[in-house]
Structure formats: C-alpha cells, structure tokens
Nanobody
Framework: QVQLQESGGGSVQSGGSLKLSCAAS?????MAWFRQAPGKEREAVAV???????TYVDSVKGRFTISLDNTKNTVYLQMNTLQPEDTAIYYC????????????????????????WGQGTQVTVSS
C-alpha cells in the first residue's frame, strides 16, 4: 500500500508559479500528476516513470515540469506561467506499471489507470 501526501497548492495570479510536492511512502515506478476542474473529467497532466521518461499533456508542455527527488521519495510538479484554465484540484498518483521487453532491453511502462492516489490539493489561478 503506497501512501501519497500532496502539498503546495494555493492561489496565484495569472502568470505566476506554484510548486506541488507529493511525498510517497513506497515505490515510485510510475508517478503522475492528475487534475480535475469543476465540471470536467480528470486528466493526466504529467507522468514520470522509473526510466526517467516524462510525458505531459499538450496544454502544459513548456510550462510544467515533473521531477523526483529519490533521497526524499518525493515527486514535484513545478508549474510556471499559470493560467486561469489551470485551476483545478491536483492529485498525485502512483502505480507500479509494468516492464516490457523492447528492443532487447526492459522498459518501464505506465498505465492510464493508477492504483494509489493522494487526497488532492487545490490550485486556483485568477486573471
């Protein structure tokens, strides 16, 4: 059982920055940040796998950065140039994913559905 604890949400003006943190109690093979805005479906914002591969939803590319501090077992989401449409509850998620043999070596893959979730942290961006 992995426990995840987010922190760092808050309110900022458009163009501002926030850094979210997620302290994980266990494995960090697939770490992701999701968000859900009122009336919208939850979406994956950023994913970091144990191979160091990162993926981002198009709307945050170039503005958000996901990273992992292995010494603290904590994943971060640095969010720059925030816009009102970034307003949402942000959730940290973890899943062991799977290893697949690709091109003669094992690669980490991450799922669309995650097993472990944090409680969420609110991010509000005002114009």
């Amino acid at each position: 059982q992995v426990q995840l604890q987010e922190s760092g949400g808050g309110s900022v003006q458009s163009g501002g920055s926030l850094k979210l943190s997620c302290a994980a109690s266990g494995d960090t093979r697939c770490m992701a940040w999701f968000r859900q805005a009122p009336g919208k479906e939850r979406e994956a914002v950023a994913v970091l796998d144990s191979d160091g591969t990162t993926t981002y939803v198009d709307s945050v590319k170039g503005r958000f950065t996901i990273s992992l501090d292995n010494t603290k077992n904590t994943v971060y989401l640095q969010m720059n140039t925030l816009q009102p449409e970034d307003t949402a509850i942000y959730y940290c998620a973890e899943d062991p994913g799977a290893k697949i043999l690709r091109g003669g070596s094992w690669s980490q893959t991450c799922p669309e559905q995650y097993n472990f979730w944090g409680q969420g942290t609110q991010v509000t961006v005002s114009s």
